[in-house]
């Protein structure tokens, strides 16, 4: 199955994930989100020791012996960084929809979240699985690969980006999940702030 512009016959709505409608949603998506952004610094940091020691411990002893210019500038490389991931994360979902639909897909900017989306399009569950996974497992592998040819000033920016990246993607991680639970007939919906499905209405 392709994705198509126009709703089959057969199919309707099956629900929406919808965190601007809910009071609960965005509160558990941020708590899964700062378990994830914990836990997957921790692993990051580990593959970083297993593949650069000596420059890992660097960027320990570094972090130990910094003055308050340096934890300034540091905040300051942080928050470029995030902004930074955000561009990153963001044009990859943009890139597998463009990919999947061979249309233009549209970037929009809130208060306090960005989004790539393709609201004119039902796009089938495994491609859309991929979509939503794509940020995830692109900056992931990216990152791990830089931690064995890039040079030492690169490997913490290195390691929060992909850091920051895994705990920003609670909600790809939820989408996804309510997919695996879907058959692969399913259709979704992008609409930025919200994504709804569809399947066959005879069971399929």
């Known amino acids: 199955m392709n994705p198509t512009q126009t709703l089959p016959a057969t199919?309707?709505?099956?629900?929406?994930?919808?965190?601007?409608?809910s009071e609960r949603l965005p509160l558990v998506l941020t708590l899964v989100?700062?378990?994830?952004?914990?836990?997957?610094?921790?692993?990051?940091?580990r593959?970083?020791?297993?593949?650069?020691?000596?420059?890992?411990?660097?960027i320990l002893q570094g972090s130990q012996t910094r003055t308050i210019p340096g934890w300034i500038g540091l905040i300051a490389a942080i928050l470029a960084l995030i902004v930074?991931?955000?561009?990153?994360?963001?044009?990859?979902?943009?890139?597998?929809?463009?990919?999947f639909t061979r249309t233009r897909p549209k970037?929009?900017?809130?208060?306090?979240?960005?989004?790539?989306?393709?609201?004119?399009?039902?796009?089938?569950?495994n491609l859309f699985l991929i979509t939503e996974l794509a940020p995830l497992a692109v900056l992931t592998l990216a990152?791990?690969?830089?931690?064995?040819?890039?040079?030492?000033?690169?490997?913490?920016?290195?390691?929060?980006v992909i850091t920051i990246n895994a705990g920003g993607a609670a909600?790809?991680?939820?989408?996804?999940?309510?997919?695996?639970?879907?058959?692969?007939?399913?259709?979704?919906?992008?609409?930025?702030?919200?994504?709804?499905?569809f399947k066959p209405g005879n069971g399929e």
């Open 11 to 21: 199919y309707r709505k099956i629900g929406t994930l919808d965190a601007s409608k």
């Open 33 to 45: 989100g700062l378990v994830v952004l914990v836990f997957a610094g921790w692993l990051f940091f």
């Open 47 to 58: 593959a970083l020791i297993a593949l650069r020691p000596e420059d890992a411990l660097r």
């Open 84 to 99: 930074l991931h955000i561009i990153l994360h963001e044009a990859i979902h943009g890139v597998f929809f463009w990919i």
């Open 107 to 125: 970037f929009a900017f809130r208060l306090t979240y960005v989004y790539a989306s393709a609201p004119d399009w039902y796009i089938p569950r």
């Open 143 to 160: 990152g791990l690969a830089l931690f064995s040819i890039a040079p030492a000033v690169w490997l913490a920016p290195t390691w929060l």
């Open 171 to 197: 909600g790809d991680l939820a989408v996804a999940g309510w997919l695996l639970l879907q058959p692969p007939t399913c259709l979704a919906q992008d609409r930025g702030d919200a994504v709804t499905l």
